[in-house]
């Protein structure tokens, strides 16, 4: 098992998260994005830099996940990819996507592209707190204990 993480927008206390669970665990963490990315030194802990360009770092995730591997992204597009080869994504915010939820989430993303598109103004997300950070605290160490082979 690996977990992929889409860096480029990931806030830097889940990352922080990430690398705790990476040592914890003894599952390799590889952080893709089109920037130099600092990282700890550990043997689980890698960066992969990608050339700048829209969605290259999702699609070089994309074209990496294995079936069972786990990747951290708020990209809902990336993350239908991902299940829909087996993989498990969880977002920052805690949130797993699913067979069962990812069809719904990709219907609402359009829904608001379409709204903005016309000149509706949606908002964005709210800030990362520190109830999400405990969401996706607590859903990544189920993710860990379930996946992780015995």
């Not at 689980?44 to 829209?54: E, K, Y």
């Not at 699609?59 to 591997?69: F, L, S, T």
């Not at 994504?89 to 069962?100: F, H, I, Q, S, V």
Request: glycine share 6%; proline share 7%.
């Amino acid at each position: 098992m690996n977990i992929w993480v889409d860096a480029d927008a990931c806030p830097l206390a889940i990352k922080e998260i990430l690398y705790r669970a990476a040592e914890r665990s003894k599952v390799n963490l590889t952080l893709v994005a089109n920037k130099l990315l600092g990282t700890p030194r550990s043997p689980w802990i890698r960066a992969l830099q990608v050339p700048h360009g829209f969605d290259v770092a999702d699609n070089e995730i994309a074209k990496r996940v294995a079936q069972g591997d786990l990747v951290i992204t708020a990209d809902i597009p990336l993350a239908a990819e991902v299940v829909a080869k087996g993989g498990h994504a969880l977002n920052p915010r805690g949130e797993l996507y699913t067979p069962e939820n990812i069809r719904e989430r990709l219907e609402t993303r359009d829904f608001l592209a379409k709204l903005r598109e016309t000149g509706v103004q949606t908002g964005g997300p709210a800030p990362l707190d520190n109830t999400d950070k405990k969401r996706f605290a607590d859903q990544l160490d189920r993710l860990l204990a379930k996946l992780r082979p015995a």
